[in-house]
T-cell receptor
Framework: GENVEQHPSTLSVQEGDSAVIKCTYS??????FPWYKQELGKRPQLIID?????GEKKDQRIAVTLNKTAKHFSLHITETQPEDSAVYFCAAKATDSWGKLQFGAGTQVVVTP | KAGVTQTPRYLIKTRGQQVTLSCSPI?????VSWYQQTPGQGLQFLFE???????NKGNFPGRFSGRQFSNSRSEMNVSTLELGDSALYLCASSSGLAYKETQYFGPGTRLLVL
């Protein structure tokens, strides 16, 4: 089955710097890759997603890149702010796997002022 | 549109009991997926329901079951609770259609088994 690995497990950055989180997946049938942000005690919130027919997508300070050949995708956050501090999860889903998101283990991001 | 809601938000049960959790999806969404979140195992998929039918199932024992009603509301049931079932149970709703599979999560039900 699908396996998603996420690195690093923790990431500490200075306010204003960039943060990068990387994920690799194993199932070549995966074609949908969302990223979620989960603050302490809150629900996971979708921040950006990308499909396999697109190599890059950007939304303000957040961007995601996908390399289908290498089976990896990355989240880039620029000009980090203290409110970006949270746990970030990557996920992958195959077309024929109804409703099943396979999640990475998560990255704890801490942005220090 | 109202977001995904889950009830109850917190539950305390003892080993051997059973529990039923409820999830109301976003209006118009016909798919509900359930996940278990624990510090050790992360987010794990339990099952997905679409139009009252289970379409997909994760690797959980038969003690975990679910159902979906005609209004798309879903329930999950855990029988014969074990200490290891203590977790945050999240549901997520989506359209359920191919290429429109964005999932929106509810606030979760935190279950503690003593």
């Amino acid at each position: 089955g699908e396996n998603v690995e996420q690195h690093p497990s923790t990431l500490s950055v200075q306010e204003g710097d960039s943060a990068v989180i990387k994920c690799t997946y194993s199932d070549s049938a995966s074609n949908y890759f969302p990223w979620y942000k989960q603050e302490l005690g809150k629900r996971p919130q979708l921040i950006i997603d990308i499909r396999s027919n697109v190599g890059e997508k950007k939304d303000q300070r957040i961007a995601v890149t996908l390399n289908k050949t290498a089976k990896h995708f990355s989240l880039h956050i620029t000009e980090t702010q203290p409110e970006d501090s949270a746990v970030y999860f990557c996920a992958a889903k195959a077309t024929d796997s109804w409703g099943k998101l396979q999640f990475g283990a998560g990255t704890q991001v801490v942005v220090t002022p | 549109k109202a977001g995904v809601t889950q009830t109850p938000r917190y539950l305390i049960k003892t080993r051997g009991q059973q529990v039923t959790l409820s999830c109301s999806p976003i209006s118009g969404h016909r798919s509900v997926s359930w996940y278990q979140q624990t510090p050790g195992q992360g987010l794990q998929f339990l099952f997905e329901y679409f139009s009252e039918t289970q379409r997909n199932k994760g690797n959980f024992p038969g003690r975990f079951s679910g159902r979906q009603f005609s209004n798309s509301r879903s329930e999950m049931n855990v029988s014969t609770l074990e200490l290891g079932d203590s977790a945050l149970y999240l549901c997520a709703s989506s359209s359920g259609l191919a290429y429109k599979e964005t999932q929106y999560f509810g606030p979760g039900t935190r279950l503690l088994v003593l």
